[in-house]
């Protein structure tokens, strides 16, 4: 085992495994551990959980390395959610109503 900021961590796969940042402030302004991730088995992925993995991603709770491999992503589409959120902000995630909230919808 090895010690991070005083929390004792196995060293048997990246979901145990902390990096630097033992917490962060999510999407929703509240802290984020690990263990508020979305579960490595998430199907649906509405705004929240996509939002939480990118915070937690640049923030350095877990690699974007990790993050593919736990929920199987590509490193593409990981890179769209950013951008998304980049460019549009957290609602910027939706699936639907897409094309109004990146800005080449009706009004």
């Known amino acids: ?3 991070i900021r005083s929390i004792p961590v196995p060293k048997d796969g990246y979901e145990n495994e902390l990096s630097a940042a033992a917490s962060v402030i999510g999407p929703a302004g509240r802290r984020l551990t690990i263990d508020d991730l979305p579960p490595p088995n998430t199907k649906r992925w509405v705004v929240r959980r996509k939002a939480e993995v990118v915070a937690a991603v640049r923030a350095g709770l877990i690699s ?6 736990r929920y199987t992503l ?3 589409e990981f ?4 951008h ?3 460019h549009y ?4 995630l939706r699936a639907t109503r897409v094309q109004e909230y990146r800005g080449g919808g009706r009004h």
């Open 64 to 69: 974007l390395e990790q993050a593919c491999d």
């Open 74 to 76: 590509s490193v593409e």
């Open 89 to 92: 902000g957290v609602r910027g």
């Open 1 to 3: 085992m090895r010690l």
């Open 79 to 82: 890179a769209s959610w950013q």
């Open 84 to 86: 998304l959120v980049d």
